[in-house]
């Protein structure tokens, strides 16, 4: 039963105008997760419109033309096209953002998804899937229409693996129920665990994978509240844990141009950079919260979704290490 499950999330939604203006040197995205146990909104006030009716519109973080470093499928012998458009949604609507302009805008309500949409997951592709409370959907990214592949619980942690990973010539859709880690199939939606998280540590909301780099998981547990972690995308465990990300609930989780992005249940968006350690000695995170005028009432973040085929560094090459 939902109403017992611990990772239930609860949230009214208010008036939701907002500009994310802030632009950062290295591109910005964007990518998902929220429980599925606890998001729902009780005023039933669609996010993508303000008091007057009008739909948000601004910048989102990213400057960084991605073209100049486009990712490679591993599969391929020739460069992937560069990923321009990342996406994120709130319960019941779903923007568009550019990566050349920063604007974001929106696409529309989600329609036939019969339910609050929890998470969202692209592969190399852009073909898109989503989960609501009551199961799970292929999403046409042009007109945020959902189309039924089976009812039932998924997880709200989604993300596509790259080819290799889980299947020798396919992408394969992966999540994460609590600590255990799934695998999707996305024509009939049967769901097949493959491990999990060890060591005390439960997903908080979102899980990234990109072609070339690591993948990526918002967790809690162990005194994180939200930490970032690298996970092993065959097995599902931790490899590496790089630290608080400074918010709770952390719903959803992108990668883009050598950094992470998260955004949080609470309305905040924040850039996630690696800052590399003098002499030897550890490096750390950097998370910085972008600017949101008007402040984040009203909004709440329920998940987000890059494809793996985004850039892996920043113009200077940088991006988050990784244990490969």
């Known amino acids: 039963m939902r109403g017992e499950d611990p990772m239930i999330r609860t949230r009214s939604l208010s008036v939701a105008f907002f500009a994310i203006t802030s632009a950062l040197a290295a591109a910005a995205t964007v990518a998902c997760g929220s429980s ?3 998001r729902s909104f009780q005023d039933g006030q669609d996010p993508s419109t303000s008091s ?13 033309d991605p073209s100049s470093n486009p ?15 990342v996406y994120a949604h709130t319960a019941s609507t779903l923007y568009k953002v550019d990566g050349k302009t920063n604007a974001i805008t929106t696409v529309g309500p989600f329609q036939d998804c019969n ?5 969202l997951a692209i592969d190399k592709d852009s073909n898109a899937f989503v989960t609501s409370f009551s199961g799970l959907y292929r999403l046409d990214l042009a007109t945020a229409k959902c189309s039924l592949v089976k009812s039932g619980d998924f997880p709200n942690s989604l993300s596509f693996v790259p080819v290799g990973t889980l299947d020798p010539t396919n992408e394969v859709l992966v999540g994460y129920l609590g600590a255990t880690y799934v695998r999707i199939d996305t024509t009939t939606g049967e769901t097949k665990s493959v ?9 908080s909301g979102d899980i990234v994978s990109v072609i070339g780099g690591g993948t990526f998981l918002t967790v809690k547990g162990n005194s994180c509240f939200d930490c970032l972690v690298q ?24 990668f883009w141009g050598g950094n992470a992005y998260g955004f949080a249940e609470s309305g905040a968006v924040f850039v996630i950079k690696y800052k590399p350690g003098a002499g030897g000695t550890a490096g750390s995170l950097l998370v910085a919260d972008l600017a949101i005028p008007g402040g984040s009432t009203g909004i709440a973040w329920y998940g987000a979704g890059s494809s793996t085929a985004v850039p892996v560094t920043d113009e200077d090459g940088g991006t988050i290490p990784v244990i490969k």
């Open 231 to 254: 996970v092993d995308p065959k097995t599902g465990d931790l490899l590496q844990n790089y630290g608080t990300l400074g918010h709770s609930s952390v719903y959803g989780l992108a």
């Open 195 to 203: 491990g999990g998280l060890t060591g005390g540590y439960t997903s």
């Open 71 to 85: 990712a490679k499928d591993a599969s391929a012998d020739h460069a992937a096209p560069a990923i321009e458009v």
């Open 52 to 64: 007057d009716g009008t739909t948000p519109s601004g910048n989102l973080v990213g400057d960084a």
């Open 36 to 38: 599925a146990s606890d």
């Open 115 to 119: 339910d609050q949409v929890i998470d």
